[in-house]
């Protein structure tokens, strides 16, 4: 596609209940990002894939969160069991390679009630 | 693990003026970020830069990989300039860390 893509823009969950995140990447970008923005908050890492190397996963949060990147293209981020906390703006970035421009989706704006 | 501190946090200015946003780092990098993000509104990358200086329009954003410093500038400074910049930074093929931004009110 023409941007970095993320689905779905808005959703709002029950505390305890899983939800996934979906990332559509820029076509041939091999870098992509996960970023969460709580509110009045700066860009927290939680995880990174680069190429068909293993992912850094230093950034998550809990083991309630995981993420994977099916055939060095789509990734999907899954938060289990959600909390209140858990509620931000989750932003997908992804680079042609690292050392280029990033781009950003628009984010999926997750409401743990 | 880089730190990346910018200044100042909170910008008011009046339209027309020069505006410069800071932002340094402490470990040696491969890559600039400068970010753009309106409230309520998504991430859009403004520059990516190695070295030197460039130019789009009325911003400008130079790097001094000596010192371990950028900045942005905004000529000319128009109320739709209003938004949180944002500096990243990035070595090799390691996650890019942020700044925590800086908030810029552009009154008319």
């Known amino acids: 596609g023409a941007g970095v893509s993320q689905s779905p823009s808005n959703k709002v969950t029950e505390k305890g209940k899983d939800v996934e995140l979906r990332c559509d990447p820029i076509s041939g970008h091999t870098a992509l990002y996960w970023y969460r923005q709580s509110l009045g908050q700066g860009l927290e890492f939680l995880i990174y894939f680069q190429g068909n190397s293993a992912p850094d996963k230093s950034g998550l949060p809990s083991d309630r969160f995981s993420a994977e990147r099916t055939g060095g293209s789509v990734s999907t981020l899954t938060i289990q069991r959600t909390q209140q906390e858990d509620s931000a703006v989750y932003l997908c970035?992804?680079?042609?390679?690292?050392?280029?421009?990033?781009?950003f989706g628009q984010g999926t704006r997750l409401t743990v009630v | 693990k880089n730190e990346v501190e910018q200044s100042p946090q909170n910008l008011t200015a009046q339209e027309g003026e020069f505006i410069t946003i800071n932002c340094s780092y402490s470990v040696g990098i491969s890559a600039l970020h400068w970010l753009q993000q309106h409230p309520g509104g998504g991430i859009v990358s403004l520059f990516m830069?190695?070295?030197g200086k460039k130019k789009h329009g009325r911003l400008i954003a130079t790097i001094n990989i000596q010192e371990k410093h950028s900045s942005l500038h905004i000529t000319a400074s128009h109320p739709r300039d209003s938004a949180v910049y944002i500096c990243?930074?990035?070595?090799?093929?390691?996650?890019?860390?942020f700044g925590k931004g800086t908030r810029l009110s552009v009154i008319a």
């Open positions: 830069l190695s070295s």
């Open positions: 970035a992804t680079l042609l390679t690292s050392g280029t421009e990033a781009f």
């Open positions: 990243a930074v990035g070595e090799g093929n390691t996650p890019l860390v």
